[in-house]
Each structure stands twice: as structure tokens, then as C-alpha cells.
């Protein structure tokens, strides 16, 4: 959501550090990302649910630089979509825990 509010290829100034996330948007624009965006995140949701990963684990998976923070471009595409769509983009999926949203006991991960 955040990647979809600040977009960075929409904002303006230079520097560094959005000149790295402005490049992360390029390469996370592609419809082959997005796809692989959209698989990694049923991939790592699997992986919180069955217990395979750990909740620093799949956040360094998704939301780190180290994989191009995929996972802020993936909720980017999901809040387009819900605009697309007219629906609003903040509901009650974002009124709960991360714990609740992804349907795990908040000790069990």
C-alpha cells in the first residue's frame, strides 16, 4: 500500500535512496514480476501457515532490500486492483494483527 500511495516513480527530487527505490520500481513493474511478485506471496503465506517459516523470515523474504522488497510492490498491484475496482482500499483486513490477517494464532509463528 505504501509503495501505491508513494509511487516512487511519481515522486519528485533525486538522491540515493530514491534512485534505489525508483530502480526497485522497474524492475518490480514488469508483468513477469508481478507474477512471480504474486507467487511469492502465496509461497511465503503457505510457508507462515504451515509452519515451514518464521515471521523474520518470510519479512526478510519479502520486505528487504536483499529481494528488492517484492512484497511492497505486490500489496502495490493489490491496492491498483482494488482502485481499479472502486473498492477501498483500507478494510477491516487492515484493522487486525498481521497474525489475524494471515488466519495464525498470534504465538504459533
Same mark, same amino acid.
Given at each position: ?13 533525486? $538522491?540515493? !535512496? ?14 513477469? =514480476?508481478? &507474477?512471480?511478485? *504474486? ?22 523474504? $519479502?520486505f !528487504?532490500?536483499?529481494m ?11 491496492? =491498483?486492483? &482494488?482502485?481499479? *475496482? ?5 478494510t ?18
Amino acid at each position: 500500500m505504501a509503495i501505491y500511495i508513494a509511487d516512487p516513480a511519481h515522486i519528485t527530487g533525486a $538522491g540515493e !535512496y530514491i534512485d534505489m527505490w525508483r530502480n526497485r520500481n522497474a524492475r518490480n513493474g514488469t508483468a513477469e =514480476r508481478v &507474477r512471480e511478485n *504474486a507467487w511469492l506471496f502465496d509461497a511465503l503465506l503457505a510457508g507462515l501457515r504451515g509452519g515451514q517459516l518464521s515471521w523474520e523470515t518470510a519479512s526478510q523474504i $519479502g520486505f !528487504y532490500g536483499n529481494m528488492d522488497s517484492r512484497m511492497y510492490f505486490h500489496g502495490r498491484e493489490l491496492a =491498483r486492483k &482494488r482502485a481499479l *475496482a472502486h473498492q477501498s482500499l483500507l478494510t477491516q483486513d487492515f484493522a487486525c494483527k498481521p497474525e489475524a490477517f494471515f488466519g495464525l494464532r498470534a504465538t504459533g509463528v
